[in-house]
T-cell receptor
């Protein structure tokens, strides 16, 4: 049974370029989370979807970040334009229920480097 | 302002001994706590959780203790095994899960054979 799938696994880009990260949640899961991990701030929630609807985007750092979930099996996190301080590991997670305390299943992450 | 703190960035123990990982929180609204384990190049995986109505929860070699008055929880691993070497994240949130979890920065555990 496939877990959460993220692509690409690694992304190196130059400042100012658009970056799109992709996530396929576990089939049947109703909630999807995008997290960012940095040394300074640890693991932070960026945005949370329930039944494909964005519920909480208070963690999105600024307007350069946007996320979509057009259907139950796909989500994207876009950064435009990217900046060096966006360099981090971005995780997507999904859960069966709608509570943040439900077990979240994380993907392997996308390591983003912005030069 | 960190609401969930894992003050020690790393811990090294011998195989077979006890590993104790600590976590402190500041928000009194937190009443559900989770531990996630993360191996290199993988995402975090859920390990164990505890609700504030309990002060202890066990799952095999893993036990989590909660001291609400001290706003402190700890994860005990007994006996520690080399495969337990990973980064451990403590997370906290309100019961019911209506608000996002707050994660600590993680602690790297190394279990030496």
């Amino acid at each position: 049974d496939a877990g959460v799938i993220q692509s690409p696994r690694h992304e190196v880009t130059e400042m100012g370029q658009e970056v799109t990260l992709r996530c396929k949640p576990i089939s049947g899961h109703n909630s999807l989370f995008w997290y960012r991990q940095t040394m300074m701030r640890g693991l932070e929630l960026l945005i949370y979807f329930n039944n494909n609807v964005p519920i909480d985007d208070s963690g999105m750092p600024e307007d350069r970040f946007s996320a979509k979930m057009p259907n139950a099996s796909f989500s994207t996190l876009k950064i435009q334009p990217s900046e060096p301080r966006d360099s981090a590991v971005y995780f997507c997670a999904s859960s069966l229920g709608g509570a943040h305390t439900d077990t979240q299943y994380f993907g392997p992450g996308t390591r983003l480097t912005v030069l | 302002d960190q609401q969930v703190k894992q003050n020690s960035p790393s811990l090294s123990v011998q195989e077979g001994r006890i590993s104790i990982l600590n976590c402190d929180y500041t928000n009194s609204m937190f009443d559900y706590f989770l531990w996630y384990k993360k191996y290199p190049a993988e995402g975090p995986t859920f390990l164990i959780s505890i609700s504030s109505i309990k002060d202890k929860n066990e799952d095999g070699r893993f036990t989590v203790f909660l001291n609400k008055s001290a706003k402190h929880l700890s994860l005990h691993i007994v006996p520690s095994q080399p495969g337990d070497s990973a980064v451990y994240f403590c997370a906290a949130g309100p019961q019911g899960g209506s608000e996002k979890l707050v994660f600590g920065k993680g602690m790297k555990l190394t279990v030496n054979p």
